[in-house]
């Protein structure tokens, strides 16, 4: 089997789907994208693919080397995520082919189901406990939200006061037993997180993630060890490699490599594999579309350490446009009491509603994340 061709199409809210072709007649589905880059990366794709066309598409190791290694530079967020989505569009073809779920290929399942969470807010904070009683009188045992506004490298305690405030209503409003994932975005700096982490032990979140940037990572130890809450980090880290200082040096509890940022299927199996034997667990991350989350699932089901699961569905980027709209069965997304099954089809376990994508990339997307700047005029970390 020959790869013979491919396309890219850009669609609503923010995503970007990679169809690869072969001279067998099976095709396969990736998403490599970056949000907010999604044209750069799907440059990238198109430079990468000149390696693969001709090529066996089930030789997956090989595939992903040549796109790694036949480069001279290498990594980061653009390169890794074109191969990311290429990688998931070969996985797809290769479970079609053998007619299994993607599953099946890593070694087989270790569980049926994984507890999912979805997001509620926060950026802004205005009525965030209503959205979380929502959420869990909809199933769901856990929900996260953003921590913070932005913050200055030291900033005001009214600040911390406001976030410890909007916790503590979520809290209230979903009783001591749902988890609680704060993600901070990275938008806090080592002092100000140092107290924050600290201070909300007494909520008991599930965990607090990116109390700092990855570029500070270090800082990760001091925080940790100022408090007894689980530390996540991992979303805007792109290979094994990067995650290696982050293990050895004990600064993380949870790892959230991205399947469509972090190299994908083949990638991320080895990524999360090796936090396991750090005692780490793994909860991906995916804020993404249909094709992201299916290889998310394909990969937790092969995965002992990875508890629990990001997902996109309703969330506030994909007004207009959500994940389901793109599938051509949604019950296979189904959520019941928290939880949601591991597709059994064969490849990602997913069909593409093609005729759906291509309307839908006519109308394309340019999105772009906010820019916030504090009082001061200054930029501040979205």
């Known amino acids: 089997m020959k790869i013979t061709s491919y396309e890219l199409f850009t669609v609503p809210p923010r995503w970007l789907f990679l169809k690869i072709e ?44 040549l796109m790694y290694r036949g480069g001279f530079y290498r990594g980061g967020p653009i390169l890794m995520s074109a191969i990311a989505g290429i990688d998931q569009a070969l996985w797809d073809i290769k479970g079609k082919y053998f007619n299994a779920p993607v599953y099946q290929l890593l070694g087989g399942a270790c569980r049926d189901s994984i507890q999912v969470y979805s997001w509620i807010g926060g950026d802004r904070p205005s009525d965030v406990a209503a959205a979380a009683k929502a959420t869990v009188d909809r199933g769901f045992k856990a929900v996260k939200m953003n921590g913070s506004e932005e913050l200055h490298y030291v900033d005001s305690f009214e600040k911390v006061e406001k976030i410890l405030e909007n916790v503590a209503a979520v809290r209230e ?22 107290i924050l982490a600290k201070a909300l032990e007494e909520f008991n979140p599930m965990f607090i993630e990116e109390p700092v940037l990855p570029q500070n990572n270090e800082a990760l130890k001091e925080i940790a060890q100022l408090t007894s809450i689980p530390i996540a980090t991992g979303e805007r880290m792109f290979s094994r490699w990067d995650f290696k200082p982050l293990l050895v040096g004990g600064y993380v509890d949870i790892i959230q490599p991205d399947l469509s940022h972090a190299g994908g299927i083949t990638e991320c199996k080895k990524i999360i594999s090796m936090a396991e034997a750090f005692d780490v667990a793994a909860a991906p991350h995916c804020p993404l579309g249909p094709i992201a989350l299916a290889a998310c699932l394909q990969v937790d089901a092969t995965a002992h350490n990875a508890f629990i699961q990001e997902q996109s569905l309703g969330i506030h980027y994909n007004q207009g446009s959500d994940l389901l709209d793109y599938v051509t069965d949604a019950s296979v997304f189904d959520y019941n009491n928290g939880y949601v099954k591991i ?16 309307k839908m990339a006519k109308v394309g997307h340019q999105w772009q994340n906010p820019v916030w700047r504090h009082a001061d005029g200054s930029i501040a970390e979205w």
């Open 22 to 65: 072969t001279d067998e007649g099976i095709v396969g589905w990736g998403e490599p994208v970056i949000e907010g880059k999604a044209a750069t990366v799907k440059t990238a794709v198109d430079e990468l693919m000149t390696y693969l066309i001709g090529k066996d598409p089930l030789r997956i190791e090989d595939n992903w080397n």
């Open 173 to 194: 409003a979903v009783g001591k037993h749902v988890g609680i994932g704060l993600d901070f975005h990275g938008r806090v700096h080592k002092p100000m997180a140092k």
């Open 343 to 358: 597709p059994q089809g064969p490849g990602l376990g997913i069909e593409i509603n093609e005729e759906h994508v291509r």
